[in-house]
């Protein structure tokens, strides 16, 4: 038996503290019937509707994936090209990216049917960090990345302080291999980043998302996490949103 606001939050409807005013509203069925207080508990056998759509329980999975270059951080492309749900077809469960990396971006890409899971993760105040090797053009000169390192200003605002670290540079080609830790997510981030710094990413690869790393993955691989490491990343995710509000 659990509350019906978590199953609604586990489901994907909203967070917890969306679906309990989905409830109060009265926009909640549960075997038919309205409910509109919070406390109610419910089984798996329970009916639950929001507005009048029934929500799909299912058993919760978490993936890691080593999502390759060249698929979308996507259920479904207008285009026909592959999507990293492609990688999880014999599973019946809804299964969902946590987040996207780029088309051209490859790497670490955690994948679950856990609404709330998700939603935790995403949080924008939580500071998980995420490691990135990115291969630019040109050579980028230790004061511009001191300036990915203090914050930059993107036309979305100013980036949080990163980790920046050059891992190698080839003079004849006019490339450098840079490490970056960040823990924001906004859309084509890192790429943005070293825009601003007159620098062109040519690949990008997200290595490690908090204490996961792809060890012992290739690209397109997938495993399922263990219990322990959902636990650790719930508890990673809250104690730095909490940290911040
Ligand atoms: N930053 C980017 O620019 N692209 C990604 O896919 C992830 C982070």
Not at 13 to 37: D, H, P, Q
Not at 170 to 196: P, S
């Amino acid at each position: 038996m659990e509350r019906l606001q978590k199953v609604m939050a586990a489901a994907g409807i909203a967070s917890r503290r969306k679906s309990e005013e989905l409830i109060k509203e009265g926009k909640v069925k549960v075997n038919g019937k309205i409910v509109t207080e919070l406390g109610l508990k419910v089984s798996a056998n329970d009916k639950v509707e929001v507005n009048e759509i029934p929500i799909e329980r299912e058993e919760p999975v978490y993936f890691l994936l080593y999502k390759p270059r060249g698929v979308i951080s996507s259920v479904s492309d207008d285009k026909g090209r592959k999507v990293v749900t492609d990688f999880f077809s014999e599973f019946k469960e809804r299964i969902y990216p946590v987040g996207r990396l780029d088309y051209d971006t490859s790497g670490l890409l955690l994948m679950t049917n856990d609404g709330e899971f998700a939603n935790l993760l995403m949080h924008p105040r939580n500071e998980i960090e995420k490691v990135y090797v990115a291969k630019v053009k040109g050579i980028p000169q230790k004061e511009s990345l001191r300036k990915l390192e203090k914050g930059i200003r993107l036309e979305d605002g100013k980036t949080a302080p990163a980790k920046v670290k050059m891992l190698s540079l080839d003079k004849k080609k006019q490339t450098a291999i840079v490490e970056i830790i960040i823990h924001e997510g906004r859309n084509r981030q890192v790429k943005r980043m070293f825009e601003a710094i007159g620098h062109e990413v040519i690949k990008l690869k997200r290595e490690r998302y908090g204490f996961l790393t792809l060890n012992g993955l290739s690209a397109g691989d997938a495993r399922e996490l263990t219990p322990h490491e959902v636990k650790q990343l719930r508890a990673l995710a809250m104690e730095s949103t909490k940290k911040n509000s």
